[in-house]
């Protein structure tokens, strides 16, 4: 099992900037990627940024040029730096990882964007 555990959300003007950071536990070993996802109310969980363990990432084009995924393997943290931040990236957002085919999640983070 691995566990996950986000923190630094919040709530933040748009324009303004935060930084999420996830803390992976447990079973470690064969971790292959993590991400972040994000879930807004009445719309479908999506992808937002995955950084895989050779460090390559994909970026959905919502957030290209704005997100920035990033990773610590001494630390087992993957951060997500969010700048010029829009009141459409309000969400939840969840860390993801990747353990032998298997998906891992964390409890979710709210991140709110006021105009």
């Known amino acids: 099992q691995v566990q996950l555990v986000e923190s630094g959300g919040g709530s933040v003007q748009a324009g303004g900037s935060l930084r999420l950071s996830c803390v992976a536990s447990?079973?470690?070993?064969?971790?292959?990627?993590m991400g972040w996802f994000r879930q807004a109310p009445g719309k479908q969980r999506e992808s937002v940024a995955i950084i895989s363990l050779g460090g390559s990432t994909n970026y959905a084009d919502s957030v290209k040029g704005r997100f920035t995924i990033s990773r610590d393997n001494a630390k087992n943290t993957v951060y997500l730096q969010m700048n010029s931040l829009k009141p459409e990236d309000t969400a939840v957002y969840y860390c993801n990882s990747v353990r032998f085919s298997t998906n891992y999640w964390g409890q979710g983070i709210q991140v709110t964007v006021s105009s």
């Open positions: 447990g079973s470690i070993f064969g971790i292959v990627s």
